[in-house]
């Protein structure tokens, strides 16, 4: 089965779960990382070759950086 990581933290972003993000050097092997926190207490990384994306849609969402 095939699980579409991206489209479901976006659609979270879009439906104003997201809490607030930030960048750390390394989580969980991934480094860089954009790390997104939502409103339930789930947190969501992202890898750098994604991050002008998530910056756009955070932006335009008005999601703080932590």
Not at 12 to 24: D, R
Request: a positive charge; one cysteine or more; glycine letters at 2%.
């Amino acid at each position: 089965m095939y699980f579409n990581y991206h489209a479901k933290v976006q659609r979270m972003i879009k439906e104003k779960h997201a809490v607030c993000f930030e960048y750390l050097e390394s989580y969980h092997n991934i480094s860089p990382c954009m790390l997104i926190h939502f409103d339930d207490g789930a947190s969501y990384p992202i890898r750098k070759h994604k991050f002008e994306e998530y910056e756009f849609l955070l932006a335009k969402f008005d999601v703080p950086r932590k």
